[in-house]
């Protein structure tokens, strides 16, 4: 019998693990959005040392979701960092990986970063999937749009 993914608090000692499924989760979620240049310039190596700091620091909280000992989802959030708040809470980050998307791991990883509080998030606007995920958790658009570096039109989303 296969265990039950449990989602934990990520320890500084999973941010090599961590930073590694959330590579894979982009992979797998944009690889044609971005395509391969972007993703030449991605370490995972220097991405674990990254999270580990964040890790840390205490600034951000990070979760991950692990099936028979491997990472495969990954959230993050902390304060808001728009300059114009609409909550206190930001999701900056969510992901699970392809094969286990639709179980509803991702359902647990937002409630254990965020519970059922008010909180924003900004998401690509052409993403149906997650806009419909976030939709579901009673997210809306606020009219609030910008361009991620690469020029990808974002929307921002805000629960109440």
Known sequence: MTPTPTVRPALP?????????????????????WGADRFEGMDVARL???RRKEIESGV???????????????????????????TEREL?????????????????????AIADGPATLWTYRDNPRAAAFYV??????NGAERTDSEGILEIRMVRR
């Open 136 to 141: 579901h958790h009673d997210f809306i658009p």
């Open 92 to 112: 900056y980050a969510i992901y699970v990986r392809e094969a286990h998307q639709g179980t509803g791991l991702a359902d647990a990883l937002l409630a254990a």
């Open 60 to 86: 951000a909280d990070h979760y991950l979701v692990e099936s028979d000992g491997e990472v495969i989802g990954i959230a993050i959030a902390g304060p808001t960092r728009d300059d114009d708040p609409q």
């Open 13 to 33: 000692d999973d941010a090599d693990a961590f930073a590694a499924c959330h590579l894979a989760c982009w992979e797998e979620a944009y690889g044609t959005l």
């Open 48 to 50: 674990g040392a990254r």
